[in-house]
């Protein structure tokens, strides 16, 4: 293989896989469709695309695997100039963790618990006799610390649980570059963190790929992240290829109406509404911990929320978001503090709680997958709270079924699917008509869109907006993307261990002057600019090194 020969050449690219519907016969699906690229060495190209575009497909295909039942089924994968599809187990065997290595989406669900860091970071690096243990493990530290990992000599003797969710997934980027590959294949790697921590991790791996020569495939539904590791970026849809050129071609000159609305989504503020009444819920001096023993998670939290208005609970992870929601929900009672809701005290105890004040208050989880029975069909889904709290029963309930179906934007034909059936912004969809099959006053979110790409969050964000006009419900907007708080906040409260740190209108909030923390949340929300990145850490090492 010569250095002008591409380290990676896909060619007419053809997956295939086996879907299982409730009630059917299986039938053969096309995953992706002749979609062709070129990846030349040190080079990083980005593949982007809503859910089910073939991304992570594509990235596995890279190692000739396909999960789930997933068939390479057309087409030619040349690495380093051997064609691999076809290569045998033996073959497979030395090439993935040597050659090719991978960086998942959830570190946490990817490492051992019961074993220490560096004995998984050096694994591949041993089973493949690149070198001895004291090289391998020499080589991790090196890693460790250009990834600035704490105390980099010692990290490694950590068990996963004892590290920050942002410090596993360097550490696993250290996993994939401890061999000295040629390739590696990054999976969504920053999708579940905040964005304080994104861009740390962002910056460590594009300072890795830098000083390590490797070459990556980046995968990603997020466009201003990919835009700020990549040099080239293909853009994927329905197993297709959309579009493919320089990062600055996609972002300054984009061709296809597809590219072009990943580039402007949620470009549009969402108007805030000025209170006028006496709010709904009020949260005062709400001290809360787990076990009698801990430490406080929530110390002295208040906020109000109105009628028909948003209010945006926002700050990095362990702040105290979702602890909050669990006491309002009365799932966490607090330690000290009171909640009033509707102009009444309500019990901090769920058990306490009557029917009608469970009914009133409602909540939409993060994961639609594991939110809903995948026994059940949308009908049984939505229409148990109709039988609960309305007594609601046969014709009657399946009208008011396809009522909320209607609602959501489904209509007809969606209520005998079961979840397996429905894509993940659809699933959403089905968990909002549940809660409002109660007709609450008040809507708890929990990261609703954070596990959505960003075209189909759009459309729920929209839904959610025009469903809050018409039924003037009240939402109580858990989030880490500023974005998403733009787009539908009245208010917002930022949270940083435990505490509220700033408190007011959206405009209040995210209008200078601010302090320390907020600023920081907001210039850590990535720009759809080249060299943004590069700015940004700039711009805090000169601030570091001036404190």
């Not at 889904?381 to 396809?402: C, H, M, S, T």
Request: charged share 25%; aromatic share 4%.
């Amino acid at each position: 293989m010569s250095d002008s020969d591409p380290l990676l050449d896909i060619r007419n690219l053809r997956i295939e896989a086996t879907v299982y519907a409730p009630g059917e016969v299986p039938r053969n699906a096309v995953i992706v469709d002749d979609v062709s690229l070129r990846l030349e060495r040190g080079k990083v190209m980005g593949l982007i695309g809503e859910s089910g575009a073939g991304k992570s497909t594509i990235g596995l295909a890279a190692l000739a695997y396909g999960r789930g039942g997933i068939r390479l089924t057309g087409g030619d994968i040349y690495l380093n100039g051997r064609e691999i599809r076809t290569a045998s187990p033996r073959q497979l065997r030395r090439l993935r963790g040597r050659e090719v290595t991978y960086v998942a989406q959830s570190a946490a669900a990817a490492f051992n618990p019961a074993r220490r860091l560096m004995d998984q970071v050096i694994e591949a690096t041993l089973r493949h006799e690149l070198c001895s243990k004291a090289e391998a493990e020499k080589r991790a530290v090196e890693l460790f610390r250009t990834l600035s990992l704490p105390d980099p000599e010692n990290f490694g003797k950590r068990y996963p649980h004892q590290v920050s969710g942002g410090q596993l997934q360097r550490a696993m980027t250290a996993m994939a570059l401890c061999p000295r590959p040629d390739l590696v294949i990054f999976d969504e790697p920053t999708t579940a963190l905040d964005v304080t921590t994104q861009i740390d991790v962002l910056g460590a791996i594009k300072t890795a790929i830098r000083e390590t020569g490797v070459a990556a495939l980046y995968i990603t539904h997020d466009l201003a992240v990919v835009a700020q590791v990549s040099d080239e970026i293909m853009v994927l849809r329905h197993g297709k290829m959309v579009e493919h050129g320089t990062v600055q071609q996609i972002i300054e000159a984009p061709r296809e109406d597809y590219t072009r609305a990943l580039i402007s989504v949620r470009a549009i503020e969402h108007e805030e509404k000025k209170p006028t009444q006496e709010p709904l819920l009020r949260a005062e001096g709400i001290t809360a911990r787990y076990g009698a023993m801990a430490d406080d998670v929530l110390s002295n939290v208040s906020v109000d929320l109105y009628a028909g208005q948003t209010l945006a609970l926002v700050g990095e992870s362990g702040s105290g978001k979702s602890t909050m929601a669990r006491v309002i929900t009365g799932l966490l009672p607090p330690r000290a503090g009171t909640i009033t809701f509707d102009g009444k005290p309500l019990p901090p105890a769920l058990k306490a709680r009557s029917r009608e004040e469970l009914r009133q208050l409602q909540m939409i989880y993060q994961m639609a997958d594991v939110a809903m029975n995948p026994r059940q069909t949308v009908r049984t889904i939505i229409g148990r709270p109709l039988e609960f709290y309305f007594n609601l029963r046969g014709r009657k309930r399946d009208a008011r079924v396809q009522e909320l179906l209607d609602a959501i934007e489904l209509g007809e034909g969606f209520a005998d699917r079961y979840p397996a059936e429905l894509s993940g912004g659809q699933k959403q969809r089905v968990c909002i008509a549940r809660a409002l099959a109660a007709d609450p006053k008040l809507i708890i979110c929990d990261e609703v869109t954070s596990a959505l790409d960003p075209l189909v969050a759009d459309g729920i964000l929209k839904l959610l907006l025009n469903l809050q006009a018409r039924e003037q419900v009240a939402y109580l907007f858990i989030t880490h993307d500023i974005a998403t708080v733009r787009a539908i906040a009245d208010s917002i409260a930022v949270m940083y261990q435990g505490r509220v740190q700033r408190y007011g209108t959206k405009t209040e909030v995210l209008n200078p002057p601010f302090d320390d923390y907020t600023d920081l949340l907001l210039s850590s929300v990535p720009e759809m600019k080249l060299g943004w990145l590069e700015n940004v850490l700039a711009t805090r090492k000169m601030e570091s090194a001036g404190n």
